[in-house]
Nanobody, 124 residues
Framework: QVQLVESGGGLVQAGGSLRLSCTAS????????MGWFRQAPGKEREFVAT????????GYADSVKGRFIISRENAKNTVYLQMNTLKPEDTAVYYC?????????????????WGQGTQVTVSS
């Protein structure tokens, strides 16, 4: 079992930056692929970024490519999402997720464990 806790959300102006963190419990964190998803009001949860257990080969949604960076520190059981050049359309609740696989997953059904989410609001 893995428990995930996100932090770092908040209100920011368009063009600004935020860094989200997701800290996991459990000693097996380093073997899990991790992902970030987001869900805006009235919309389905959508993929944002994912990273393998080793930190290599990150994957991104086209909408955030070149602006967001996913990374992880296995020694701290933490995965990060650095969000730059934020836009109002990035406004959503952001969730981190974990899955026990060596492969990248880009759909919510591919993940086994979820955090409670953190709100990100980008004002225009």
């Amino acid at each position: 079992q893995v428990q995930l806790v996100e932090s770092g959300g908040g209100l920011v102006q368009a063009g600004g930056s935020l860094r989200l963190s997701c800290t996991a419990s459990g000693r097996t964190f380093r073997r899990y692929a991790m992902g970030w998803f987001r869900q805006a009001p009235g919309k389905e949860r959508e993929f944002v970024a994912t990273i393998t257990w080793s930190g290599g080969s990150p994957g991104y949604a086209d909408s955030v490519k070149g602006r967001f960076i996913i990374s992880r520190e296995n020694a701290k059981n933490t995965v990060y999402l650095q969000m730059n050049t934020l836009k109002p359309e990035d406004t959503a609740v952001y969730y981190c997720a974990a899955t026990d696989t060596i492969f990248l997953r880009t759909t919510p059904s591919g993940y086994d464990f979820w955090g409670q989410g953190t709100q990100v609001t980008v004002s225009s």
